[in-house]
């Protein structure tokens, strides 16, 4: 069955640093997302990517973060200068088709430690 | 904003009993999903209702869409060790801008399975 596949699985960055996620989303869907879960926490929305442009970002998805489909394939999450708070797990996620009956499919995540 | 309430926040059963969880929010939803995250890894989709009132199963789990369109359930059968992880409920919000969606999640019911 097809996945998305996200790399790499665990990054550790100082603080003040860039750090670019990685994601492959399911070859044939069209809207992609990010999300956060911080330790213990609940999964929190990013942002949604859909036809080249982001479709909507949340309050956490400030100025330092940025998101990318820089080929037919990648799709990228961009943080600017790292802050202690961004440790956390993040997900990449895509579905089908922008509609109801099309759940998301989440990669396995990449654990970001900011030290 | 929308939020969705899941309960009870953990469960500790031995194996073989049954399991039961809900999630409930104040305002309505046109789909209910519900996710398992095993410790390390993403969200994976168990089972997406679509309509009110619809019972589905997947194996030892039921899940049903509440008549009001505002509650969900997830009950497990006869659980066994493997069942261990956070069960979260999840329901997309319709993306005005561009007729897509963004998913929301629950806090997610944790369960222990004692062997």
């Known amino acids: 069955e097809p996945e998305v596949t996200q790399t790499p699985s665990h990054q550790v960055t100082q603080m003040g640093q860039e750090v670019i996620l990685r994601c492959v989303p399911i070859s044939n869907h069209l809207y992609f997302y990010w999300y956060r879960q911080i330790l213990g926490q609940k999964v929190e929305f990013l942002v949604s990517?859909?036809?080249?442009?982001?479709?909507?970002k949340s309050e956490i998805f400030d100025d330092q973060f940025s998101v990318e489909r820089p080929d037919g394939s990648n799709f990228t999450l961009k943080i600017r200068s790292t802050k202690l708070e961004d440790s956390a797990m993040y997900f990449c996620?895509?579905?089908?088709?922008?509609?109801?009956?099309?759940?998301?499919?989440f990669g396995n995540g990449t654990r970001l430690t900011v030290t | 904003g929308q939020q969705l309430n899941q309960s009870p926040q953990s469960m500790f059963i031995q194996e073989g009993e049954d399991v039961s969880m809900n999630c409930t929010s104040s305002?309505?939803?046109?789909?209910w999903l519900w996710y398992k995250q095993d410790p390390g890894e993403g969200p994976v989709l168990l089972i997406a209702l679509y309509k009110a009132g619809e019972l589905t199963s997947n194996g030892r789990l039921t899940a049903q869409f509440g008549i009001t369109r505002k509650d969900s359930f997830l009950n497990i059968s006869a659980s066994i060790p493997s069942d261990v992880g956070i069960y979260f409920c999840?329901?997309?919000?319709?993306?005005?801008?561009?007729?897509?969606?963004?998913?929301?999640f629950g806090a997610g019911t944790r369960l222990f399975v004692k062997a």
């Open positions: 990517f859909y036809n080249n442009e982001i479709s909507e």
């Open positions: 999840a329901g997309p919000i319709p993306l005005l801008n561009t007729g897509g969606f963004k998913t929301i």
């Open positions: 305002s309505i939803f046109n789909t």
């Open positions: 996620a895509s579905s089908e088709r922008g509609l109801l009956n099309s759940p998301l499919h």
